[in-house]
């Protein structure tokens, strides 16, 4: 696939970390640790603000702007407010799960961040089976979230765990399917090696698959229009409904924490990582994740949500065989060999493939409806 | 094994996010599907009606701002319709034009807040409630010009309006005429043809014909159901009888066809205030009525269509200053009493939005 992979380093003189790092392993951990933490507190805070901002500018209004330049000190004011309120436990809550269920939904969040890389070679772990990994990882957080659920002894939160948990193990499946797409033309699991093999980024080849992956990342980290788990006009604040002070913070945490770990995916899996022309790799990397996350934002600001029903109905009746058609062509153009003259042909071809079947099925979409599936 | 399931008992309201004020639904839910509702309101009560008894008849007009608080014009216009009846005072003609361009233009602000809220109810997070505030804020700036107040204008009076309009007032509203159907426009394209959209309001919380006339249902949500009845045109007040207007009407009176509704009726708002401004008539904006009213023995009942519905008052006179019963019907409480045969079956989430389809206003049902 390394068809006209030019090497960047040499061009703007800046020199990865290479795996062979030295100092060792545990000089190696101590440095990614830092790395990572500080980069997802530092990613969430920028994220928050951008999601306030922008979502200011789409709604005719201004948005936070009194907390410093531009209110740029706006998630520490938040942050501050939320750390100084009261930490109420409900009386009839299960008060270890209630104290557990932020931490465990909390930790997967940032275990993600290892196998992702920054640059060449700049990750924590180089696994060979990277983005298995980051799927199995993932999908624990779902646990926290029901733990905080059930713990609260609140029904409306019960209401919004049960919907997290349908559909958390719903949209696994076209997630990995999308996935897979991506690992037959790259030749591997390892994050690393994705993003390598990116000559040209995937998302030209894998359009459907890119759009596959992104609602199905939606869902998993409930982000509109599938935030049926917080659905504040219905279901008040969902699972987080009994939560306050350092544990709500926890839960914000975890939510824009997941919202920049599905962008770092996408921007790994097709948007070609941190390759990129000029610009050193990782900042290169950061613009990406901050491109995907305003996507998030965008449909947030613009969609409504759909019903739980609807909901199911969605992943297993039009995800599910989307990514499967998806997954066959893929394998069938890479059996034919990716011819690389062709390659803009096919880029054409899945194009094509891509606005053919979203036309048809945004024709039925309004069918969701008339299904009545009881969940 | 099957596992044992039971029915548990919801407690939405009264301070939830969507319940449209203090309002409070017991909901009986099977996992996500509700079996039954049971209303329960009263926590906004503040007693108007026997206050009323208590205050002479301009006195209560500011009383009346405060039952449908989003449209306070329309509260004004239909109670002092029925003291008009009742002590068979005329009107005069500017008054009465002024009248109606009040009205519409709350029905317009008032119609903006209920479309706004339902498609907040179905999740699109503020976007078109926000949108729909922008322009309510011109109307409301209108209002402020006229009365001084921008939610209770306490506007209207006993035979006319408090103050004639003031100079800037017409070549403002010309401005707004001018841009108001580019934004209708603009809701249109916003969410109107929208899939998500579609697929959770079609077909869902339908009231049929036969339902919404035994419920005595009025308003958008009546006409939603394809019944065609306006007392605009049914029972004409004011000089409504002057004005080129449709009453438009929807097929199936699902979520999505109340919604339809209110916008067409926006539409048609326009129509009639268009209408109005060529022909209001110079002259006084009150008739000579004295402070202190005292109509005759008798009682009136006077209706007039409201954004919501049919919005009544009924007032009994016994010759002295304060009226001996004053009676509301108000639309937002007898529209909610077909709420249980409609979400009857339905999800948590369809719950949610066919109450917003109804569109109530707490402050109306508690009184």
């Excluded at chain 1, 299960?94 to 932020?102: G, I, N, R, S, T």
């Excluded at chain 1, 096919?346 to 008339?370: E, K, P, T, Y």
């Excluded at chain 2, 006229?146 to 010309?174: I, K």
């Excluded at chain 2, 009453?247 to 209408?275: F, H, K, W």
Aim: charged share 20%.
């Amino acid at each position: 696939m390394a068809t006209f992979d030019f090497d960047i380093y040499s061009l703007v003189g800046f020199q990865a970390v290479p795996p062979d790092w030295p100092g060792g392993f545990w000089w190696h951990w101590l440095f990614f640790t830092v790395v990572i933490i500080s980069f997802v507190l530092a990613m969430v805070m920028g994220v928050i603000y951008i999601e306030r901002r922008g979502m200011g500018r789409m709604q005719s209004r201004l948005g936070p702007n009194r907390t410093g330049p531009f209110g740029l000190l706006q998630p520490v004011a938040d942050a501050v407010k939320v750390l100084l309120k009261e930490d109420i436990v409900p009386s009839a809550a299960d008060k270890l799960v209630h104290w557990l269920a932020p931490v465990i939904a909390f930790a997967p969040v940032l275990v993600i961040f290892a196998v992702i890389p920054f640059e060449n070679g700049a990750l924590l772990a180089d696994l060979n089976i990277g983005i298995l990994y980051v799927v199995a990882i993932s999908s624990v957080s779902t646990v926290g979230v029901f733990m905080a659920g059930w713990g609260s002894s609140n029904k409306y939160s019960l209401l919004g765990a049960m919907r997290n948990v349908a559909a958390v193990v719903s949209y696994e499946i076209p997630l990995v399917l999308a996935i897979v797409g991506v690992v037959l033309i790259a030749g591997s699991l390892s994050l690393n090696q994705i993003v390598v093999a990116q000559s040209i980024p995937f998302i030209l080849l894998q359009p459907l698959g890119f759009l596959l992956f992104f609602a199905a990342g939606c869902a998993e980290i409930n982000r509109s229009p599938f935030d049926l788990m917080e659905a504040d006009s219905e279901i008040v604040a969902g699972f987080h409904t009994e939560y306050s002070g350092m544990k709500f913070a926890m839960f914000y945490l975890v939510e824009y924490a997941e919202a920049v770990a599905i962008s770092a995916i996408i921007t790994t899996l097709f948007l070609g990582g941190w390759k990129g022309p000029l610009l050193p790799p990782w900042l290169w990397f950061v613009v990406k994740v901050v491109l995907v996350f305003c996507a998030m934002v965008w449909t947030r600001t613009t969609l409504p949500r759909i019903r739980i029903d609807q909901l199911m109905a969605f992943a297993w009746k039009f995800l599910f065989p989307m990514a499967l058609l998806n997954l066959f062509i893929t394998a069938l153009q890479v059996l034919a060999g990716w011819p690389t003259q062709l390659i803009w042909a096919m880029i054409m071809v899945n194009f094509a493939v891509m606005a053919i079947m979203v036309l048809i099925w945004s024709r039925f979409f309004f069918r969701l409806g008339w299904g009545r599936i009881e969940v | 094994m099957a596992l044992r399931t039971e029915p548990f008992v919801l407690n939405m309201g009264p301070v939830h996010p969507s319940t449209h004020g203090v309002f409070r639904m017991r909901a009986t839910l099977d996992g996500e599907v509700v079996i039954d509702i049971e209303p329960v309101f009263g926590y906004l009560h503040r007693g108007i009606e026997k206050l009323a008894e208590q205050r002479t008849y301009t006195g209560i007009i500011p009383l009346t701002d405060r039952l449908d608080y989003i449209s306070s014009m329309n509260n004004n216009f239909a109670y002092c319709l029925a003291v008009e009846k009742l002590a068979g005072i005329k009107v005069p003609e500017r008054a009465e034009y002024i009248r109606v361009i009040m009205a519409e233009l709350q029905r317009i602000a008032a119609l903006l807040i209920a479309v706004g809220a339902f498609l907040n109810d179905c999740g699109a997070y503020f976007t078109p409630f926000l949108y729909m505030f922008r322009e309510r804020e011109r109307i409301v700036d209108l209002f402020e010009m006229a009365s001084g107040q921008r939610l209770t204008y306490n506007y209207m009076r006993v035979g006319g309006v408090s103050q004639d309009l003031p100079e800037e007032f017409m070549p403002a509203l010309r401005k707004f005429m001018a841009m108001m159907p580019r934004f209708l426009d603009e809701y249109d394209q916003l969410l109107m043809q929208n899939e998500i959209l579609i697929a959770r309001t079609k077909g869902v919380g339908i009231l049929s014909k036969e339902q919404a006339i035994n419920s005595s249902a009025s308003g958008p949500v009546l006409r939603a159901s394809s019944v065609k009845w306006d007392i605009r045109k049914a029972d004409p007040y004011s000089v409504y009888d002057r004005f080129e207007f449709d009453v438009p009407t929807q097929a199936n009176g699902d979520c999505y066809d109340r919604y339809r509704q209110r916008v067409e009726e926006m539409r048609q708002s326009l129509r009639i205030i268009r209408q109005a401004m060529e022909q209001i008539p110079p002259g006084p904006v009150k008739a000579d009525v004295p402070h202190l009213i005292r109509p005759p023995i008798g009682e009136a009942y006077a209706r007039i269509e409201c954004p919501k519905g049919e919005l009544g008052f009924y007032l009994v006179s016994d010759n002295s200053i304060a009226p001996y019963r004053c009676h509301i019907r108000p639309p937002s409480l007898i529209n909610l009493t077909a709420l249980r045969d409609m979400v009857r079956g339905w999800k948590v989430a369809d719950l949610i939005i066919i109450f917003g389809s109804i569109d109530i206003t707490v402050g109306e049902i508690d009184r």
